[in-house]
């Protein structure tokens, strides 16, 4: 069945430092992709999507490009702040009967450090 | 402001006893969803609506139900079938065809069972 796998955390960077968070996927087809964000004690928002191969999804200073021959949709920022401590998920959409459902990876947390 | 509301933040209750965790959304959106999140397992799907009067099963829906009587509610029962109670629960809502698997999570309860 479809999968995420994200690189596991935590990940601890100091303020200004460049992040990855990696991301590949097992999937029929290419699927919509998406990057979700969790601040601490809240619910998830969604960062960025990117809906067809080569396309780059972005949303405050965060990137991901949707990678087809490597299966990737890794997460990247150039320079982090203290404010961007969270937990981040990779997902992508059920490609069996049901079309409603999402698949998370495990979540990877960051923790930035002023 | 829309948006969703889950009441409430933290619940507490003795093993053995049914549970009901709310949730509410203004965004007018069909679809409702309701996931579990323990600690390094990522969110799991416990049952989702696509409409009113509707739902499904997800990947987890044992010792749990819901009803969808209303579009803007979708509450989540615990029963006492539930071997491992304790987590974070998450309620989030998507909207129409072209945007279904952009969800918008509630900030979630925290349910502890002792």
């Known amino acids: 069945g479809d999968s995420v796998t994200q690189m596991e955390g935590p990940v601890t960077l100091s303020e200004e430092a460049f992040l990855t968070i990696n991301c590949t996927y097992t999937a029929t087809g290419y699927p919509s992709l998406f990057w979700y964000v969790q601040y601490p004690g809240e619910g998830l928002q969604l960062l960025l999507k990117?809906?067809?191969?080569?396309d780059k999804g972005s949303n405050k200073g965060f990137e991901a490009t949707y990678r087809k021959e490597t299966t990737s949709f890794h997460l990247e920022k150039g320079s982090v702040q203290v404010s961007d401590s969270a937990v981040y998920f990779c997902a992508l959409p059920d490609s069996g009967g049901s079309n409603y459902k999402l698949t998370f990876g495990k979540g990877t947390l960051l923790t930035v450090n002023p | 402001d829309g948006g969703i509301t889950q009441s409430p933040k933290y619940l507490f209750r003795k093993e053995g006893q049914n549970v009901t965790l709310s949730c509410e959304q203004n965004?007018?959106?069909?679809?409702m969803y309701w996931y579990r999140q323990d600690p390094g397992q990522g969110l799991r799907l416990i049952y989702y609506s696509q409409i009113v009067n509707d739902f499904q099963k997800g990947d987890i829906a044992e010792g749990y139900s819901v009803s969808r009587e209303k579009k803007e509610s979708f509450p989540l029962t615990v029963t006492s079938a539930q071997k491992n109670p304790t987590a974070f629960y998450l309620c989030a809502s998507s909207a129409g065809r072209d945007t279904i698997h952009e969800q918008y999570f509630g900030p979630g309860t925290r349910l502890t069972v002792t």
């Open positions: 965004l007018n959106h069909d679809a």
């Open positions: 990117a809906t067809k191969a080569d």
